[in-house]
């Protein structure tokens, strides 16, 4: 008995670009074709593994003005002029067709100039396979085991496969063996020895962690993009190659017997990926069937070439590797009959037309046309390559001119997050290819810049993994066994031809009856092993009904024990849906608090927030006070800053006025004192009268053993109150007879109001030089009031003035030039020094004539020596 089949689960459908967060950027290779001659110059050097460098050829020098540049270009790898296929192909197509086998897309193209071994590199030649026969080798040493019988998978129109049960894609292969020229290539066929050592690869390339319980299908196609139109080159179009007509234009005319490739269309699928519709796609079983497909379709292009004046070198190639997967049934006999699980993924192997300037292949008609052409599609490539880098980098938005040529608006898929991009740039180092290399080499800088999204995984089917070993195990098919139907067909002796032409043939009906006699003998032999076998299985049968019926039992006990068990966890369950519901209610209760209080808080809030509105109202209107009165006080304080001034000055004046008339009563009062003379000699200046006494200090005294002289002080009429004696540390000592006294004062140099706060009265001792440059120092009394605040005020009420001056007419006699008079008298001429105390005291008090507010009464006084 067949156990119940499970409904396999649907796809998961991952939406395009889920991943574009994770992108890659475009694999740029650099491949380095050696030297035709090897006296040949040489303008590319290999740096290292990822550097090259271009340095300008002496011709090209001798053309422009003899610079000498070298420029260097880095790549993800560069490959010198002694790499191997094999090298080329583990470290660029090797990971492409392991995603390929896994189920992402992938894109290999190369280019460069003509003849810088874009073929060699992409098809190979003989000895030396390139990387389309090597991929194609990985692909079925890696599925070979695991490949679905042909036409299980049928292609449609619509870029995606159909499955065909085992029965229906038998008769289709009866049907296609019937025909009498098969379009697919048979594998028994004997490889065709013109590109047989191409396909001769020795080294053994696998990939790893191939999905086991899956079939696999490849196809192929290959197409050519030529004029910016898009050709079939598997196409079966019916031409005479012998005498194909052209006309004057040279293009072919409409004749019966030849007709021209009829260019295809680029359409998008429901996925929005674009594929050329009406495109031939054959299915292939081995790396020999697939390379012949694409040598065929190489001989076709030489020959519509021929046909159509153009050459190899004057299209853009595609061949495309489609891999079909779909996964086994439940039982792991079967391909799973749904169409949402196939997974197909592609590799397309571009050879791109070579980039060449058409003033050095003197290109003229059709070949101007084909060349302009094919400069086109590779500028427009560049172009959406720049646009692509510049949003990248930029963050703009500008829109990819895909649509501009065939070429990008088919792979533009790819470019938008369809699968992995890789680029091999190839270049030939000789001296007369410089200029174009060096557009290739900026082409390639800006290539790599481009970031590609990261393809998506694919979505896994979800059933048992390892269903075709395990129905292997119970005698299930086993790789491409051949089914009952197909042997017993075959078991058959062929039936003789039936037709009678002769009416006299006696040889026909009895061939046939003996054929089916034949028939009949094998088909009750057959019934017969039939019987035996059935009645075999029905033993079989049995004995597994009995075993399957202690199964049942078996399990019926531990399903009772399980049930015992979820009866106790259903009781736990109510226990804790209880308990939920309890806890539910305290989280209701809860909440309904936490709102509460989030109530009280939000209010709270708002009044904070309202009160610091009101401080903040608060303070900005203090800070406008308080700049108000501070541009009040400003204000006021520049008033009465001036006032002062203005009242300092009329001071100042008037005080001046008060210093000159008491300077020329003095001066009166001196010429009174002293004795007048006939002639009046000018008075020394500053500098000689120091001389003098400097000199005076060093010479003898004018009168021998005389006295010391005795400091008389004068005492001051208030001596009866305690006084503030202020003398300001900047005061000269002077050496005059006549010093002011006041007892009980307090001597201080700063005015301070803990000394007013213990006096009655006040003195300041001021000092300043005289208009005739003479010291004069001032005592200015005055009384110490108290304040109201508490404070101390004084109040001047008169003022003392002490002058010490040099008589005018009076010369000192120098004691060593002179002697003494004899009668005991000191000379004529004399100093101030020498005159001890010879000053004049001025005391000034108010109601004086000299000025207003003040009176003066002098006392001439006079020391003798």
Not at 299 to 319: G, P, Q, W, Y
Not at 366 to 382: F, V, Y
Not at 605 to 628: G, I, M, P, T, V
Request: net charge positive.
């Amino acid at each position: 008995m067949k156990p119940a089949r499970t409904k396999t689960p649907r796809k998961l459908l991952v939406k395009k670009g889920s991943q574009t967060s994770l992108k890659d950027p475009v694999g740029v290779y650099c491949r380095v074709r050696p030297l035709s001659l090897p006296d040949q110059e040489c303008c590319i050097e290999v740096i290292n593994n990822t550097t090259v460098q271009l340095h300008t050829p002496e011709g090209y020098r001798l053309n422009r003005n003899g610079d000498y540049k070298e420029t260097q270009y880095s790549f993800k790898q560069v490959f010198g002029t002694h790499t191997t296929q094999k090298e080329l192909f583990d470290v660029v197509a090797n990971p492409l067709v392991d995603d390929l086998i896994h189920g992402k897309n992938g894109l290999l193209f190369t280019y460069g100039v003509t003849g810088s071994g874009k073929t060699h590199t992409m098809t190979g030649s003989p000895g030396e396979g390139g990387l389309l026969p090597r991929c194609l080798d990985m692909i079925f040493n890696s599925i070979g085991t695991f490949q679905a019988k042909r036409y299980v998978f049928k292609s449609n129109d619509r870029n995606s496969m159909d499955i065909q049960c085992e029965v229906d894609a038998l008769l289709e292969r009866q049907k296609r063996e019937a025909m009498p020229n098969p379009k697919t290539p048979s594998g028994k066929r004997q490889v065709d020895p013109e590109f047989a050592d191409m396909i001769n690869v020795q080294e053994f390339c696998k990939a790893e962690e191939v999905d086991e319980d899956s079939v696999y299908g490849v196809f192929v196609s290959y197409i050519e993009i030529y004029n910016n139109y898009i050709y079939d080159l598997l196409e079966e179009v019916p031409f005479d190659p012998i005498k194909p007509k052209w006309n004057s234009c040279s293009t072919p005319m409409r004749s019966t017997e030849f007709v021209p490739p009829q260019s295809k269309l680029l359409r998008e699928d429901k996925n929005h990926n674009m594929y050329v519709a009406g495109c031939t796609e054959v299915e292939v079983k081995s790396t020999e069937e697939a390379f012949e497909v694409f040598w065929r379709g190489q001989k076709k292009r030489r020959i519509a070439n021929t046909h159509l004046n153009r050459e190899s070198s004057r299209s853009h190639s595609v061949f495309n590797i489609k891999l079909v997967q779909a996964p086994l049934d439940a039982d792991g006999d079967n391909v799973l009959q749904e169409k949402e699980q196939i997974t197909i993924s592609q590799l397309s192997l571009v050879d791109l037309a070579g980039s060449e300037r058409t003033n050095r292949t003197k290109a003229e008609g059709n070949r101007l046309r084909e060349a302009g052409n094919i400069n086109q599609s590779l500028m427009t490539l560049r172009t959406c390559m720049e646009v692509l880098r510049e949003n990248q980098m930029y963050g703009t938005n500008k829109m990819v001119p895909y649509r501009d040529s065939k070429l990008t608006h088919l792979f533009k898929n790819y470019f938008d997050g369809e699968g992995k991009v890789r680029m091999i740039v190839c270049v030939n180092p000789k001296a007369e290819d410089y200029e174009e290399s060096l557009q290739v080499m900026r082409f390639a800088e800006v290539t790599q810049e481009v970031e590609v999204a990261r393809p998506v995984d694919r979505a896994i089917c979800g059933l048992t993994p390892g269903r075709r070993y395990r129905n292997q195990a119970r005698g299930g098919p086993v790789g491409d066994e051949p089914l009952v139907t197909e042997v017993v067909l075959q078991s058959f002796p062929p039936l003789p031809s039936c037709e009678l032409l002769d009416i006299n043939d006696e040889q026909t009906l009895p061939r046939l009856i003996e054929a089916l006699e034949k028939r009949h003998h094998l088909r009750q032999m057959m019934i017969e092993e039939f019987h035996k076998q059935s009645i075999t299985f029905k033993a079989l049968l049995q004995e597994f009904d009995n075993t399957v019926l202690n199964k049942e039992n078996y399990i019926q006990g531990k399903l009772n024990e399980k049930e015992k068990v979820i009866s106790g966890q259903k009781l736990e369950i109510e226990r804790l849906e209880k308990k939920n519901k309890t806890l539910e209610y305290k989280i209701e209760i809860l909440e309904k608090t936490t709102t509460i209080y989030e109530e009280d808080k939000r209010t709270l809030q708002q009044e904070l927030e309202a009160q610091n509105q009101k401080l903040q109202r608060q303070f900005s209107d203090k800070r406008r006070l308080e700049a108000r009165l501070q541009g009040m006080v400003t204000e006021t304080t520049m008033k009465w800053e001036k006032e002062c001034e203005r009242r300092v000055a009329a001071k100042q004046l008037e005080m001046q006025n008060k210093l000159w008339v008491k300077d020329e009563k003095l001066k009166q009062l001196k010429a009174i004192v002293t004795e007048p003379k006939a002639e009046k000699p000018e008075r020394p200046s500053r500098e000689r009268d120091r001389e003098k006494v400097t000199q005076r200090a060093v010479s003898p005294s004018p009168v021998p053993n005389a006295p010391p002289i005795r400091l008389r002080h004068r005492r001051s009429r208030s001596a009866g109150d305690r006084w503030v004696d202020h003398k300001p540390a900047s005061n000269v000592q002077t050496e005059t007879v006549m010093q002011p006294h006041v007892p009980h004062a307090i001597t201080v140099s700063v005015a301070n109001e803990k000394a007013l706060a213990k006096c009655e009265k006040y003195m300041l001792t001021h000092q300043e030089l005289a208009s005739d440059g003479e010291i004069e120092t001032k005592l200015i009394k005055g009384d110490v009031y108290k304040t109201r605040g508490g404070g101390q005020s004084v109040q001047f009420t008169d003022i003392e003035t002490l002058k010490q001056e040099s008589p005018t007419g009076r010369k000192r006699r120098s004691s060593s030039a002179a002697p003494a008079q004899p009668d005991g008298t000191e000379s004529e001429w004399t100093d101030v020094e020498t005159r001890v105390g010879c000053s004049v005291a001025v005391e000034m008090r108010a109601g004086s004539q000299l000025g207003p507010g003040y009176q003066h009464h002098a006392q001439p006084k006079r020391k003798k020596p």
